[in-house]
């Protein structure tokens, strides 16, 4: 029995982890074309906008980082 809820916790974990990384390479994309847009059509940087984004970025590259070391 206790392999098996190995099994299921590292299939689980494996999952999570991918989808932080997704997660946290789509907020940063988001970030670069929001800046982008922003900068070509309104000449000026949109900060609050981006540090929202990178903020989750960054909290999602934790969170895979944390499955990825066992914590």
């Known amino acids: ?3 098996i809820q190995k099994a299921i916790k590292a299939a689980k974990d494996k999952v999570l982890l991918r ?3 997704v997660a946290a390479r789509m907020y ?3 970030a670069t074309y929001v800046a982008d847009q922003v900068i070509y ?3 000026k940087v949109p900060t609050q ?6 903020e989750k ?3 999602h590259t934790q969170k895979a980082y944390a499955i ?3 914590v």
Do not use: P, Q, S
């Open 68 to 70: 990825r070391k066992g």
């Open 19 to 21: 989808y932080h990384r």
């Open 41 to 43: 059509t309104r000449f």
């Open 1 to 3: 029995m206790n392999l």
């Open 28 to 30: 940063l994309k988001r």
């Open 49 to 54: 906008a981006l540090r929202v984004l990178r």
């Open 57 to 59: 970025a960054n909290e």
